[in-house]
C-alpha cells in the first residue's frame, strides 16, 4: 500500500509541473483569457486533473509566481557561493533580469496581485533573506555602496524588467542590458550620491495589506 500512495504522489507532483509548465507557455502566447481546457490539453492530462490541483485561474497564476520565487532564491543562493562578492550581486541581476525580461506569460495586474499574496509571504521572505546577505557581503568586502538594502535588488530587477513591456516597435530584445549596467555602476560605491527617499521597508514587501 505504501509503494502504491508513492506513486500515486510522485504521478500528482509530475502532472502539477507539468500543468505549471503548459501554463506558462499557453499564458505567454495567449494571455490570460487563454481557456483552462487549452492549457490542461497542452500538459496532457484532463480538465478535471487541472481543477483538482487548481480550483481557480488565480490559483495557476499564483503557483507560477511561487515557482518563480523558488528559481530566483536558487538563483541568490547559488551566487552567494560565487567567490567575488561584486560577482555575485551581478550575477544575481543579470540572471533575474534575463529571465523576467522574456517572462510574458503573466499579466501585470495579476502578477502584482499574486506577488503580494499573504500565501506567498515564506517565498518573498526567503528571497529578501537572500538578496540581504548578498548586499552585506559585498559591502564588507567594500564592493557595494552601504546605503543599499537586499529588497533593493528586487526592485532594480523589476524595473530592468518593465522595459520589455515598452509600447515601442524594434526595440532590442537584449536593451535591458544597458539599462542594468547604469544601475551596476550606480551601485558600485565610488558612484555612490545620497539615496533619497530610502529602502522601502522590507515588512511592505514579506506582508502586504492585500484589499
Known amino acids: 500500500m505504501a509503494v502504491v500512495e508513492s506513486a500515486l504522489r510522485a504521478d500528482a507532483a509530475r502532472n502539477r509541473e507539468r500543468i505549471v509548465a503548459a501554463a506558462m507557455e499557453v499564458f505567454a502566447e495567449r494571455g490570460l483569457e487563454a ?13 478535471a486533473t487541472l481543477f483538482r490541483r487548481f480550483p481557480t485561474k488565480d490559483d495557476l497564476v499564483t503557483a507560477i509566481v511561487a515557482m518563480q520565487f523558488e528559481e530566483a532564491a536558487a538563483l541568490a543562493a ?11 550581486v551581478e550575477r544575481f541581476l ?12 503573466v ?9 503580494a499574496s499573504p500565501s506567498l ?31 533593493d535588488l528586487m526592485f532594480l530587477m523589476s524595473a530592468v524588467a518593465s522595459l520589455s513591456d515598452l509600447p515601442f516597435p524594434g526595440l532590442r530584445a537584449d ?6 549596467g547604469i544601475f551596476l555602476d550606480g551601485l558600485r560605491p565610488e558612484a555612490a550620491t545620497k539615496l533619497r527617499p530610502g529602502a522601502p521597508a522590507r515588512k511592505l514587501l514579506e506582508a502586504p495589506e492585500v484589499e
Open 175 to 180: 536593451l535591458w542590458k544597458r539599462y542594468l
Open 121 to 151: 509571504a515564506g517565498e518573498r521572505r526567503r528571497l529578501i533573506d537572500l538578496t540581504s546577505q548578498l548586499v552585506r557581503r559585498a559591502q564588507k568586502a567594500d564592493a557595494l555602496r552601504d546605503d543599499i538594502a537586499g529588497q
Open 107 to 115: 499579466a501585470g495586474a495579476a502578477k502584482e496581485k499574486c506577488v
Open 94 to 105: 543579470y540572471g533575474m533580469a534575463e529571465r523576467a525580461s522574456v517572462d510574458h506569460g
Open 78 to 88: 547559488e551566487c552567494l557561493e560565487d567567490d567575488d562578492p561584486w560577482r555575485g
Open 35 to 47: 481557456s483552462t481546457a487549452e492549457i490542461a490539453a497542452r500538459a496532457g492530462v484532463g480538465e
